[in-house]
C-alpha cells in the first residue's frame, strides 16, 4: 500500500567519500543496537525512532505520549531513543543509512530533507497524505518545510519561533521601561543592562547572551536578524551569502560583542539557558519550548518579538518527522505513529505540557489551548510572528549551505575576520560545494 517511490537518484563522488569516512568512523555503533532481535515477533510491529528533544522535561513528556500510543495499539511498538543534540546527529544519521540500518523513524529538522532523498534513504508521504483526513488539520503555514519539490517528504512534529526572553527585574533596576522594538534600541538596553554588579571591577552582567557556533541552531537564532536587514541566503536556488543584509546582521552582532555589551556561548551551546537564569545575562534569543523549563524555575522572565532593522521577521522552527524506507509492515506501522503525532490530541498535550506550538489547527483553536494562552500570555508573541515567520531553505546540499554561514557567524562574532571577509571566505566554499 502506498508504494510508489520516487526512483533513487545516484549518489555522487562527493557523498561517496563523505559518508565512506563517516560510515568507517561510526557504523560499528550500530552493528548491534538499530535492530532489535524482537522487531518481527509474531502479533506486532516494533519500528524505532531517533530524536534529541530537549530539555529533558520535553523528553519525558514525549516518552509519555509514545507510552500512551504503544497502550492503545497492540500491534505495534513504537521504542523511542534519545540519540544526542541535532548538530550530534547527523554523522549518525548518516552512518546508519549508508549501512543499510537506519531506524525506521527520525526527528529531525526538515532541512535535511535534500541529503537524505538524495541518497534514497525516504519513504515519501504524499500518497499517504492525500488519503488521510488528518492532512485538512495540518496548519498551511507547515507545508514549505514538508516539501522538496512537489513531493511531500516529512510532517511537522511540533513548531516554534524565536524571540527575545527577557528578566522584567532586571530591566527594572538599569531603569528601562520599554522594551526595544529596533536593533539600536536593542544594542541601547544591552548596554544599559551590562554592569559591574558586585564592584570589583569586572563585568558580571552583560546585556544579551548571542549564540555561537557552527552548527544549525546558531543559524536558526541568527537568521531572523538577516532576513530583518533585508538579507537573503539565496539567489535562484544557489548560495548567495555576500549581500548587504547579511553583512549588516554580522556587523551588528560584532559589535554586541565588542562593545562589551553581549556574552557569548559555548561553542554550539547556545540554546542552554544557564546564564539567563541565573542574571549573568539579561536577555537571550530562545522560544517557546523552554517555557516547561523555566516554569519550574522560580526566575521572572517576559517576551518580547525580535527587533527589526527593515521588516519584522521570524523563522519557523520545530522539527519534523521523517520515515526511512524498510519494510511494508515496518513502513505502513509508522505511518500510524505519524498520523498521531499530527492528531488534536498529541498536538493539544504537546503544546500545553511543553511551550511549543500546535500544528493541528483543531489544537489551536481548542477550548484547553485558548485557556493555556490565557495563562501564558507569552505565548501571544510566538503566536504573532507566526504570521511572517519564514521556513529555512529546503534545497539539497542545505547542510553546506548552514554550516559555511555558521562559520561566517563565528568568525565575525569572535572578530577573527570582517563580516564581508568571513562570508566572502564562505561563499567560495559554496561556490566550489555547488558548482559540482
Not at 126 to 131: A, H, I, P, Q
Request: proline share 6%; charged share 20%; glycine share 6%.
Amino acid at each position: 500500500m502506498f508504494s510508489l517511490q520516487p526512483k533513487i537518484p545516484k549518489i555522487s563522488i562527493r557523498w561517496q567519500h563523505l559518508i565512506g569516512i563517516v560510515f568507517i568512523c561510526l557504523s560499528l555503533l550500530f552493528t548491534s543496537g538499530c535492530q532489535s532481535s524482537d522487531r518481527h515477533n509474531t502479533g506486532f510491529t516494533k519500528v524505532t525512532l531517533w530524536h534529541g528533544i530537549n530539555p529533558p522535561e520535553n523528553r519525558d513528556v514525549f516518552n509519555e505520549l509514545v507510552a500512551q500510543f504503544n497502550q492503545t495499539h497492540e500491534d505495534i511498538e513504537v521504542e523511542a531513543l534519545y540519540i544526542g543534540q541535532p548538530d550530534a546527529q547527523l554523522p549518525k544519521i548518516l552512518a546508519a543509512t549508508v549501512s543499510g540500518q537506519p531506524p525506521d523513524m527520525l526527528w529531525f529538522v526538515p532541512q535535511l530533507t535534500g541529503e537524505l532523498v538524495e541518497l534514497g534513504a525516504l519513504f515519501s508521504l504524499e500518497y499517504w497524505l492525500e488519503r488521510s483526513p488528518i492532512k485538512t488539520e495540518i496548519d498551511p503555514v507547515m507545508f514549505d518545510s514538508m516539501k522538496l519539490g512537489d513531493r511531500i517528504w516529512s510532517v511537522p512534529f511540533a513548531t516554534n519561533n524565536t524571540a527575545i526572553f527577557y528578566r522584567p527585574s532586571l530591566f527594572a533596576e538599569a531603569g528601562i521601561t520599554e522594551l526595544p522594538k529596533n536593533w539600536q534600541e536593542l544594542y541601547k538596553a544591552a548596554k544599559q543592562l551590562t554592569q559591574d554588579t558586585n564592584g570589583d571591577g569586572r563585568l558580571d552582567r552583560y546585556g544579551i547572551f548571542l549564540s555561537l557556533g557552527k552548527g544549525e541552531w546558531t543559524v536558526f537564532a541568527w537568521l531572523p536578524f538577516i532576513y530583518s536587514a533585508g538579507g537573503e541566503l539565496l539567489t535562484e536556488n544557489k548560495p548567495d551569502l555576500v549581500n548587504p543584509g547579511t553583512i549588516e546582521a554580522l556587523t551588528f552582532g560584532a559589535n554586541l560583542v565588542k562593545d562589551g555589551v553581549a556574552m557569548l556561548s559555548a561553542p554550539e551551546r547556545g540554546y542552554e539557558l544557564d546564564n539567563f537564569l541565573s542574571g549573568n545575562a539579561a536577555m537571550q534569543v530562545t522560544g517557546p519550548w523552554t517555557l516547561g523549563q523555566l516554569q519550574t524555575t522560580d526566575v521572572d522572565y517576559g517576551v518580547f518579538p525580535i527587533p527589526s532593522l527593515k521588516t519584522k521577521a521570524a523563522v519557523i522552527g520545530g522539527e519534523n518527522l521523517f520515515i526511512f524506507k524498510t519494510t511494508p509492515e515496518r513502513e505502513q506501522a509508522s505511518l500510524k505513529f505519524l498520523e498521531y503525532v499530527l492528531s488534536e490530541e498529541f498536538q493539544t498535550t504537546w503544546a500545553l505540557k511543553t511551550g511549543y506550538l500546535p500544528i493541528n489547527l483543531k489544537a489551536q483553536q481548542s477550548e484547553e489551548y485558548q485557556k493555556f494562552i490565557q495563562e501564558n500570555p507569552v505565548l501571544n508573541v510566538f503566536l504573532e510572528q507566526m504570521q511572517w515567520a519564514r521556513s529555512r531553505p529546503i534545497i539539497p546540499k542545505y547542510t553546506r549551505l548552514s554550516e559555511n554561514l555558521g562559520r561566517a557567524i563565528e568568525a565575525s562574532l569572535l572578530g577573527q575576520k570582517t563580516p564581508q571577509e568571513a562570508l566572502s571566505q564562505s561563499q567560495k566554499r559554496l561556490d566550489l560545494i555547488f558548482d559540482n
